[in-house]
């Protein structure tokens, strides 16, 4: 349909440049009747008669004088040849000047369709049409396995923009539609490498930058090295709790072997409050992370409610210094999913430059918040164990009983 639209507009252009081919011919038909060999020799025939019949007058004018008889005669003659001359000339010179303007014309129409046609080449988007059909990309599933339909429409809408992205790599649309097909396909350092291509040069995009993020985070075998560490660092800069993000730099940690950091994250990512089923498996990896760590210095607490939390209810358990200042260490989790041990330690710092095992003494409090403040409210049940002393490498264990005022 594209060439055919091309082969339409080329006719269009040789229309518009049609009159004036028709004007060339017109001009280079109108002398070739007089440069012909029998027009010529009638015209010359013509001239001859002429003069004879004007030398016939002067003969029969008896006032003229013999000189001047012979005198006007003779300027005849020479008009008469002049005439000639200027018949043989034209006859020569007509194919020249009037071919011309046919092949100027041809020349125009030739070089119009060839320009347009190289310009296009540059500037214009040939492949449309299949690109925008590429887009549904985005919304369609991974062809099921077996699903040999699926998969050669999948196949048809990347061959598309693979040509697209490598024709024009500037084209950030286009490199983004491949990277996320590259990703829903499997094919991960390929889906790296495109989304990568789309981000480059451009402004900073939380969607384009995520999916780079999971690329990047596939690719590595649910490792992750230290540009996307920056850019999962870059986007939890704008949304902290982020659960995908958070998931995705603990799994990173855990394999990596640090375990303190992956608990850091993890916690960060039950205090969002995430679904039910992503919380299970939230709680699954801290669980295994506690354990590889093992026993630090900080503070066990055993947890009880003595009655069901009231809904939207916040938990916060926090060891702070000794009359107040800033919090060494804080757990935050929704009242509902309030775990029964509650660990605080340098995992869950509040900042790596105060770290609670610096710490040889400590208040300890567990608050339900029925505001969700950190800040104490009306209503709060509140729990408290002051002043109590730590050792370094070692758990201090509390109980705490958490019931409504009064």
Excluded at 105 to 120: E, H, M, Q
Excluded at 126 to 133: F, G, I, V, W
């Amino acid at each position: 349909m594209f060439w055919l639209g091309v082969g339409v507009l080329c006719l269009a252009a040789a229309a518009f440049c049609l009159p004036l081919l028709r004007a060339g011919a017109g001009h280079a038909a109108a002398p070739s009747d007089v440069d012909s060999g029998g027009d010529e020799a009638a015209a010359r025939a013509q001239q001859v008669a002429l003069y004879r019949a004007f030398e016939r007058e002067l003969s029969a004018d008896t006032t003229l004088a013999p000189a001047q008889r012979e005198r006007l005669l003779a300027e005849r003659g020479r008009q008469l040849l002049g005439e000639l001359d200027g018949v043989g000339a034209s006859a020569c010179a007509a194919p020249t000047a009037f071919a011309s303007p046919r092949w100027l014309a041809a020349l125009l129409v030739g070089g119009l369709i060839a320009g347009a046609l190289a310009t296009y080449s540059q500037l214009g988007l040939p492949e449309a049409e299949p690109l925008a059909s590429a887009r549904q990309v985005l919304l369609l599933p991974p062809p099921p396995a077996g699903d040999a339909a699926a998969q050669r429409e999948f196949d048809a809408h990347i061959a598309t923009l693979r040509q697209r992205v490598a024709r024009v790599p500037t084209d950030g649309g286009a490199a983004y539609l491949l990277g996320m097909a590259e990703l829903k396909l499997g094919r991960f350092a390929a889906a790296q490498t495109a989304l990568d291509r789309a981000a480059a040069g451009g402004p900073a995009d939380p969607i384009l930058d995520l999916a780079r993020l999971q690329a990047r985070f596939l690719a590595g075998g649910g490792r992750l090295d230290a540009e996307g560490s920056a850019l999962g660092q870059a986007l939890l800069a704008n949304a902290p709790n982020q659960a995908l993000v958070l998931e995705m730099l603990a799994q990173s940690a855990l394999r990596d072997g640090d375990f303190p950091l992956a608990i850091g994250y993890l916690n960060r990512a039950l205090a969002a409050g995430p679904p039910a089923e992503r919380r299970q498996a939230f709680e699954i990896a801290h669980a295994a992370a506690r354990q590889a760590l093992g026993e630090q210095t900080g503070v066990r607490i055993e947890l009880q409610l003595q009655q069901p939390p009231p809904s939207g209810a916040t938990l916060f358990a926090i060891a702070r210094p000794v009359g107040g200042g800033m919090p060494y260490a804080v757990v935050k989790r929704p009242a509902h999913a309030a775990p029964a041990t509650i660990v605080l330690d340098d995992a869950v710092s509040m900042s790596p430059a105060n770290p609670l095992s610096a710490a040889t003494r400590v208040d300890v409090s567990v608050r339900l918040s029925l505001s969700g403040s950190v800040r104490a409210g009306p209503g709060d049940w509140e729990w408290r164990a002051p002043d109590q002393a730590l050792v370094p490498g070692q758990q201090l264990s509390l109980s705490a009983a958490l019931a409504p005022p009064g």
